[in-house]
């Protein structure tokens, strides 16, 4: 008659099966631990890059540590994985989006028209250890945009401030339901960008809030679909 019960294993293959365990448990706990130290030594020589390129590079129209800040949460709080940037400068901004990506496991794309200013962006990114996040494109965004095919669930726009409604028109159709458009300067440049502003506060496509974590300001547009 057979009870359904397993025999016990002999004591040889017991101790060898608990061994196995326990080394998959140390491996497991240690790569754990290892890859939190390498997120922890990324984000110490990011945050020292970030320092540096506000010592060193001045006059690039960076956003404030604060506005950068803001950028990294909304990423990682949102989980967004595919980002595009308008007006890349040096790349401080960038190195916010892409520490921000680089939590999410996504990426970023960025595009700046002027050669010196990408080059340096290119150096910042190396520097910063987030390259691998990031990719960087030297054209012009407004012969560019039209291309690309995204989805892109993160934009900001941060260039030529006459230019926000075009992007904004151009970058509408490449935004997922759900997905995130971010303005820069919409407090201290709002006369400028009068239209850019009426236009996120009343497209029925969009729900948007404002925030002021710097002295620029962000309008914050949420896609939401259907006319
Ligand atoms: C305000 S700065 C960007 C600052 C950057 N986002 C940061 O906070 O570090 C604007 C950048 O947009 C770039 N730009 C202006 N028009 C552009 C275009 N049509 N295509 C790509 N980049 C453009 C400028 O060369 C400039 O470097």
């Known amino acids: ?3 359904g019960k397993r025999p016990p294993l002999p004591l040889a293959p017991r101790v060898l099966r608990c061994a196995m365990a326990a080394i998959l448990l140390a491996a497991s706990v240690f790569s754990a631990d290892l890859r939190a130290a390498d997120d922890e030594k990324n984000d110490d020589q990011t945050q020292k890059r970030l320092v540096w390129m506000r010592e060193n590079q001045t006059g690039m129209w960076n956003i404030s540590p604060r506005e950068g800040l803001y950028l990294y949460d909304l990423v990682v709080r949102h989980h967004l994985k595919r980002g595009l940037e308008i007006g890349t400068s040096n790349g401080y901004s960038g190195i916010w989006i892409a520490s921000g990506m680089r939590a999410t496991g996504g990426h970023l794309l960025t595009l700046e028209i002027d050669e010196e200013r990408a080059q340096l962006a290119r150096e910042n990114f190396q520097a910063a250890g987030v390259e691998r996040y990031v990719t960087l494109e ?90």
């Open 1 to 3: 008659m057979t009870t």
């Open 138 to 227: 030297r054209v012009d965004a407004l012969q560019t945009l039209p291309k690309l095919t995204g989805p892109f669930d993160f934009v900001f726009i941060d260039a030529e401030k006459s230019d926000y409604v075009r992007y904004l028109q151009m970058v509408l159709p490449l935004v997922p339901n759900g997905g995130v458009i971010v303005a820069h300067n919409v407090s201290d440049m709002a006369d400028e960008l009068r239209d850019f502003i009426e236009r996120v506060k009343t497209d029925p496509e969009l729900k948007t809030t404002f925030a002021a974590p710097g002295p620029g300001g962000f309008s914050v547009s949420i896609k939401r679909g259907g006319r």
